[in-house]
T-cell receptor, first 114, second 115 residues
């Protein structure tokens, strides 16, 4: 089955700095890669996603890049703010019998210091 | 805000109790999911329903029994649970494969404590 590795496990930055979280996946059939933000006591919130036919996607301060050949994808947050502090999860899923089956990375605890 | 609503938000139950978790979505999604999340761990898939039929069961013990009464509702019936089943139970929904989408939206979860 799919295996997703996520690094780093913790990330501490100063307000205004950029933050980068990286993930690698094992199954070349995976074609959908979402990123979730989870605040304490809440469910995961989708913040951005990318499909395998696209190399990069941006939404305001958040961007995701995908390298299918190397099987890795990254989340980039620019101009970080204290409210960006949360746990971030990357995930991967495929089609067919793997449809809807998200395999998550272990998560990154992001702390943005004012 | 999430459009997947879960009740109750918190549940404490004894090992001999029978209880149910409920989930509702009004996004017209035909795929619904149950995930389990332990503290400081990522969510893990339990069940997938597509068009009200169970399509994936990730070898979940029979003390967890899912039910999809209609396209908007998803229940998880709990019976004879163990303390190690204490976790955050997340409901999610998405378009079905037939509809061409797989963006999955999560609810806020139900915190379950088994005593």
């Amino acid at each position: 089955g799919e295996n997703v590795e996520q690094h780093p496990s913790t990330l501490s930055v100063q307000e205004g700095d950029s933050a980068v979280i990286k993930c690698t996946y094992s199954d070349s059939a995976s074609n959908y890669f979402p990123w979730y933000k989870q605040e304490l006591g809440k469910g995961p919130q989708l913040i951005i996603d990318i499909r395998s036919n696209v190399g990069e996607k941006k939404d305001q301060r958040i961007a995701v890049t995908l390298n299918k050949t190397a099987k890795h994808f990254s989340l980039h947050i620019t101009e970080t703010q204290p409210e960006d502090s949360a746990v971030y999860f990357c995930a991967a899923s495929g089609s067919g019998t793997s449809y809807g089956k998200l395999t998550f990375g272990q998560g990154t605890i992001l702390t943005v210091h004012p | 805000d999430t459009e997947v609503t879960q009740t109750p938000k918190h549940l404490v139950m004894g090992m001999t109790n029978k209880k149910s978790l409920k989930c509702e979505q009004h996004m017209g999604h035909r795929a619904m999911y149950w995930y389990k999340q332990k503290a400081k761990k990522p969510p893990e898939l339990m069940f997938v329903y597509s068009y009200e039929k169970l399509s994936i069961n990730e070898s979940v013990p029979s003390r967890f029994s899912p039910e999809c009464p209609n396209s908007s509702l998803l229940n998880l019936h709990l019976h004879a649970l163990q303390p190690e089943d204490s976790a955050l139970y997340l409901c999610a929904s998405s378009l079905s494969p037939r509809e061409g989408g797989n963006t999955i939206y999560f609810g806020e979860g139900s915190w379950l404590t088994v005593v």
